[in-house]
């Protein structure tokens, strides 16, 4: 009977719903944190009797033949690349992307790496960086004596030096857009990394064609939302308590041709 294995995928997927759900809402306090959801497809069909086939000699046709299903799988967990709600953390380095854009910070290999996390920390050689070191390209310097830091929404940075009337103009942020955000491949610690389906970085100052603003002092939250986390969360346990019912109802029906004398 291949309702045993049609279940079993439909298990499976449940289980791999769960899974992405589960890592949902265990993200829900990440600065920047974009859900995932599962999207299945259906398996191939065994045709036992073929659409569209000659039913006689006379050249009638059958208007809908005999299909059977063989299950579900998985054809992918989509990134949903939303705007989280910004939380104004009175930070002068923590830094909110409104709109569309990403962080290039470079990687201890050198290569670049991508994320919307703006809490920045300043290194021991005055460069801002990420919290776990990495530097914000282009760096960005700020001087030891600077007594306040300024951030534009177009990303322009300013220090305020001691004994100077001027604020100084030490660096300019950049952001970084994807063609397709979702196809950015996720390495953790909130970082994005290019893939030939996300399609090469276009640079460009904030608040200009296109790209997001850059808003000083806030953070981005994740975009989870608890309660449609919480309602698919149920509606995937139940599909899966189904499934695993079907094979309950295989076994007890396999039981009774076992059984028969």
């Known amino acids: 009977m291949q309702s045993l294995s049609i279940a079993a995928t439909g298990m499976m997927a449940q289980q791999l719903n769960?899974?992405?759900i589960s890592n949902n809402i265990a993200n829900m306090s990440t600065s920047g944190f974009k859900r995932q959801r599962a999207e299945f497809q259906d398996l191939l069909y065994q045709n036992l009797r073929r659409v569209g086939t000659n039913s006689s000699d006379s050249g009638t046709i059958v208007p809908a033949g005999v299909?059977?299903?063989l299950g579900v799988k998985t054809g992918s967990v989509y990134r949903i690349m939303t705007q989280g709600n910004l939380d104004n953390t009175e930070n002068k380095l923590d830094i909110?992307?409104?709109?569309?854009?990403y962080f290039r910070v470079e990687l201890p290999s050198g290569e670049d790496a991508y994320t919307r996390a703006g809490s920045f920390q300043i290194s021991p050689d005055g460069q801002l960086v990420t919290a776990d070191g990495y530097t914000l390209a282009p760096g960005i310097t700020v001087p030891q004596e600077a007594t306040d830091i300024t951030i534009s929404r177009d990303?322009?940075?300013?220090?305020?030096?001691?004994?100077q009337t001027d604020p100084q103009i030490v660096g300019q942020i950049e952001l970084a857009a994807f063609a397709n955000e979702a196809g950015l491949d996720p390495l953790g610690d909130n970082l994005f990394i290019e893939t030939a389906a996300s399609g090469a970085p276009t640079l460009g100052t904030p608040a200009s064609d296109g790209i997001g603003s850059v808003l000083q002092g806030f953070?981005?939250?994740?975009?989870?939302?608890?309660?449609t986390e919480i309602t698919t969360l149920i509606t995937a346990q139940r599909a899966y308590e189904m499934n695993a019912k079907v094979i309950t109802a295989t076994d007890e029906m396999m039981s009774v041709t076992s059984n028969v004398r």
């Open 96 to 101: 909110a992307i409104q709109g569309r854009g």
């Open 18 to 20: 769960v899974e992405v």
């Open 67 to 69: 299909q059977v299903g």
């Open 219 to 227: 953070l981005e939250t994740s975009n989870v939302n608890a309660v």
């Open 155 to 163: 990303g322009q940075v300013q220090a305020t030096i001691q004994g």
